[in-house]
């Protein structure tokens, strides 16, 4: 190469270094600017904290239940905790970075899809780039943009892939892809499915065999590990959202409503089959193509999630990638340029539905999770969380919550907390029998039979639910517990815990046992039809838990009289 070749080829590499550097730029200041954090995160957060105060990698001191499903970033968030920073900032920021480096990597993927191809077409990372919902879950707090880099970059590496150091490096990113999210294991096989055609191919031993040792020496330890802590081969979470169950009409309405949403990603749906059946000797893309096949397929087993686009977004860059594949090979000269500011205009304005973006609303049991946690409302319950935190001291609590009070759970660093619409944090409930399925992942909890219910309150003694229970509430008013305006359900009557919340600012609750003095004195004069709903009601939140016998013989006094 002549000096004159080498200064142009510097020259182009560093506008198209520029380019992608801006276009990552952009990426990441737009996900900044729309910065928000979910209730799923504060449950990852819990554990590391809990891992950093030297309670060990657990959701409540002395329970070994994995109540989480991203072991890495977990680490991630201990890590940040020890050293003294703010753990939530640090995941926001980490998944932020995840999503420059995506755009990178998505380019560098469409350079080694087709190595023929010298132009500079970074449609795939220019769709990257501008996808907004990858922008909003690069700051939710949560794994989801590392575990795209990753399998991004796993499709990248064995995009070329030949020599033994490739497939092992390729395999080092499926082990770190499967203990960031337990769906990896499904790129980690196709991977290693990859590393033994080769194997065939070339007739030795060197690929496959460099692609096992990253998951002897480190995937079979950390199952062996997880298995000797939580019991389980698999995350609890698995068992709680019966992951192993099929749920495909779900499921495809699922993938429907988000490519639906994303209509330029539809051509490149269309395309995998094609790619798969007609070239079937393609490849690299052929790769591209079943890993894409083979995750949607999962997607839509399991029935989706209850967050739109969540689930699909680990195979986005791979379908901007199979549109960019297909206009290398099928368009040529300024076409390209319109094809690419089609995709574009057309990521840029997705085709949002209107009631996926209203708080507390869902579409088939999927909401746009951003728009369910308005700055203002994540403020609310975060400032409940400390209240109750300030309210209740050292004084041992057991609450059960649900979905956004995950964070409030966190702020209030209560001693027990039950997760009670999922069975995350539970390893009983977690194990129930799905029954009738419904609003995916939230088909289990402690309101699924009576049997879930009277262990939450039997067996794990919950003193409060930080959510109304109009069931309870409803026909004992006296049950509802009102904090900053945030109600709550006490199902158990405990003189210190509600010692500490009676007469506060700001609380409104019942004093029961005074209450049920007064009660008691009405006791003749009432119907015994009430009396008897009434003493239901007490039996279950304090005759069962505290010895009181001379207020109990007055009931059953009342009772046996006509």
Known sequence: MTGHAARDLLTRRSVQCTSLAGFAALAMMLAWSRRWICDDAFISLRYAENLVLGRGLVFNAGEHVEGYSNFTWVMFAALA??????????????????????????????????????????????????????????????????????????????????????????????????????DGALFGMLAGACAVLATLRQRRLGPVVAFALPGLLLFVPFLLWRHAYYGDWLPNTFYAKSASEPYTGQGWFYVQLFLNGYWVLWPAFAALPAWLL??????????????????????????????????CLPVVPLLYLVLEALTRRYVEGALRIGVL????????????????????????????????????????????????????????????????????????????????????????LAHQDVGPRGHVGHEKGIFRSPEATNYALAEQKVHLLLFDWPAMTRLCPFLKVTIDGNEFTMVRWDRAVMQKLLGQPGVVATDLEAHLDAYLQTIEAAPKAQVQMDFVAFELVYFRWNDDPARKAKFVERLARK
Do not use: N
């Open 81 to 182: 905790q020890w050293l003294g920073l703010d753990p939530i900032a640090f995941v926001q920021v980490l998944g932020v970075l995840c999503l420059g480096a995506l755009v990178f990597v998505t380019a560098w993927t469409g350079r080694r899809l087709l190595p023929g191809e010298t132009a500079f077409l970074p449609l795939a990372a220019i769709g990257v780039a501008l996808h907004h919902h990858l922008q909003d879950f690069a700051t939710c707090g949560l794994e989801t943009l590392g575990f795209v880099l990753l399998v991004t970059a796993v499709v990248g590496v064995l995009a070329r892939a030949e020599r033994p150091r490739q497939y092992a490096f390729a395999s080092l990113l499926t082990v770190l892809a499967a203990m960031t999210r337990p």
């Open 341 to 428: 500011t089609i995709v574009a205009i057309g990521t840029l304005l997705w085709h949002s539905r209107a009631d996926l973006l209203v708080t507390g609303q869902t579409v088939a049991g999927v909401a746009d999770e951003r728009a369910q946690y308005p700055p203002e409302r994540v403020a609310k319950i975060r400032g409940v969380g400390k209240r109750l935190r300030d309210l209740l001291g050292d004084t041992p609590v057991r609450v059960a919550f649900s979905g956004t009070q995950a964070m409030l759970v966190y702020d209030s660093k209560v001693d027990y907390a039950l997760e009670a619409v999922t069975g995350l944090t539970d390893r009983w």
């Open 278 to 311: 007609l070239r079937r000797r393609a490849g690299a893309m052929s790769m591209l193509a079943s890993m894409t096949v083979a995750y949607l397929a999962f997607v839509v087993w399991v029935g989706g999630d209850f967050m739109f686009a969540r689930f």
